[in-house]
Every structure is written in C-alpha cells, then in structure tokens.
C-alpha cells in the first residue's frame, strides 16, 4: 500500500526565515510525486511534478526536490502570502492508475 | 490554462434528501475525473474514478448506491449524495485529468463545494 507522510505537521515562519517541508513515501514504482498548495476552504493547486530522483523544479520562491524515499520543498524567503497547506501526493506507475495517495499536509504561517 | 469548476460551491439540506455536486473542466477534455472528501484538518480522501462514458470505480469503503457518479461528457462529472445525512457533511473536491496535455498524469483541482446536512 502506498503511504506518504508530512513533516513537520506545521511551521511558523518570519517574513525572510528559509526552510524545508519533507515529504517520506513508500511506492510501488514511481509515477510521480506532486506538490500541491491548499488554501482554507479552496481545492489544491498544481505546484509540481517530479518523475525521477535527482530531479529539481523551482518556482518563484519554492523548489522541489526528489530522492528515491523522500521529496523536500525549500522555501527561500517566504512572504506571509505564502502561508498554506502544502500538500504530497504520489502516484504510482501502472496501466491506467492515475490515483493519488496524499499526505496529511504541512500548515505552513509566515508572520509579516 | 487547466481550469476546473464545482458548482454549488456551498449548500445546506434537510437530511434523508439528495445532493448533486456538478465537476466541469472549463479549458481542457478529461476523459479521467476523481472525487475526494476531505474532512477538517484532515488530507484528501480518494472515494472514486470516475471515467467518461463507463461506470465509476469506487474505493473501498464507499457506498456506491450512496455516492452516484455520473460522467456523461469529456467535460462534466457529476456526484450525487442520496438521502444524505449529518455524517455526509464534508468538503467535496473533484479533480480532472488533461486528456490532452503534455502531463496526462496531473490531476487538476476544483475549487470544492461544502455540504453541510441539517
């Protein structure tokens, strides 16, 4: 079975404090792993996608990386617009299977 | 680009009456839809697939006579709760597949709708 799991469950930040979220999984076969944002009350939105370990992906201030057993999202600088969920999700290689498995999320607050 | 809508966004029933819940990808076809639950503070809950033109796929647990899914079209799913209860009060998300685009494997999320059973 699939599993994912977010740590730390949440984070306060400071305007300008860099950190990381961490994001464990166990599959069986790599699809792909996913970033997603969540604000409250609103559905996830696409952050991105990575296939294969040593694979990076930026975007404005969050970067995304992949190992064979963990993915970690760094945060550079972050701004209080930047406070969500984030959430993981892996998808697991194999014919016409598009589920995700999702984790429980990282609050992340960024006080101004 | 990869838009996708829910409507109602919110609504409040009586219990023991019926629910629909409307998907619709705005910018794309999806022959692949997915509708989840997500309860307070709580991660996405997978309840079924749903596929254009065949029946659903339900995860375990899920009532199937309870959760009917419908996808008629490359462009609307739609979930209904039958005689909904308390317990059924929950945000319901969908999301959609481009059937497409260059990443077939992202799934692309509506905005959700919250159903709240008196």
């Known amino acids: 079975e699939d599993q994912v799991t977010q740590s730390p469950e949440a984070l306060r930040l400071q305007e300008g404090e860099s950190s990381s979220l961490n994001c464990s999984y166990t599959?069986?076969?790599?699809?792909?792993l996913f970033w997603y944002r969540q604000d409250p009350g609103k559905g996830p939105e696409f952050l991105f996608t990575l296939y294969s370990a040593g694979e990076e992906k930026e975007k404005e201030r969050l970067k995304a990386t992949l190992t064979k057993k963990e993915s970690f999202l760094h945060i550079t600088a972050p701004k209080p617009e930047d406070s969500a969920t984030y959430l993981c999700a892996v998808q697991a290689r194999g014919g016409s299977n598009y589920k995700l498995t999702f984790g429980k999320g990282t609050l992340l607050t960024v006080i101004p | 680009g990869a838009v996708v809508s829910q409507h109602p966004s919110r609504v409040i029933c009586k219990s023991g009456t019926s629910v629909k819940i409307e998907c619709r990808s705005l910018d794309f076809q999806a022959t692949t839809m997915f509708w989840y639950r997500q309860f307070p503070k709580q991660s996405l809950m997978l309840m079924a697939t749903?596929?254009?033109?065949?029946?659903?796929?339900?995860e375990q647990g899920v009532e199937k006579d309870k959760f009917l899914i419908n996808h008629a079209s490359l462009t609307l799913s739609t979930l209904t709760v039958t005689s909904a209860h308390p317990e059924d009060s929950s945000f319901y998300i969908c999301?959609?597949?481009?059937?497409?685009?260059?990443?077939?494997?992202?799934?692309?999320f509506g905005p959700g709708t919250r159903l709240l059973v008196l």
């Open positions: 599959v069986s076969g790599l699809r792909g």
């Open positions: 999301s959609a597949r481009d059937r497409d685009g260059i990443f077939q494997e992202t799934q692309y």
């Open positions: 749903s596929n254009e033109g065949s029946k659903a796929t339900y």
